[in-house]
Nanobody, 123 residues
């Protein structure tokens, strides 16, 4: 089964940091753009950030700008999301997926969702 494995989530206090990892299973990521999505209880899944195949193109939703940094290491077949200055509103399950990445991000409906990784920000 081809899917993504997300990890790195956890529980932190406001202002804390986490680094999420997205590892591909069953294929390589070096030729495709990857994005991070999140879904909070009662809300739609939303795009948070994405990175192009070369790493030169990145996108961040407004609320993530200045706090989150997306990166990739194709040699490790992994995409990362460094999250700093976390806020309670960042609490959600975070997922990664193959996307079209540019001025916006759109998931390509070709792969299954992973299990996601839970991020909880509270005092």
């Amino acid at each position: 089964q081809v899917h993504f494995v997300e990890s790195g989530g956890g529980s932190v206090q406001p202002g804390g940091s986490l680094r999420l990892s997205c590892a591909a299973s069953g294929f390589t990521l070096d030729y495709t753009a990857i994005g991070w999505f999140r879904q909070a209880p009662g809300k739609e899944r939303e795009g948070v950030s994405c990175i192009g195949s070369s790493g030169g193109i990145t996108y961040y939703k407004d609320s993530a700008k200045g706090r989150f940094t997306i990166s990739r290491n194709n040699a490790k077949n992994t995409v990362y999301l460094q999250m700093n200055s976390l806020k309670p509103e960042d609490t959600a399950v975070y997922y990664c997926a193959r996307v079209m990445c540019g001025a916006s991000m759109v998931r390509l409906i070709v792969d299954s969702w992973g299990q996601g990784t839970q991020v909880t920000v509270s005092s």
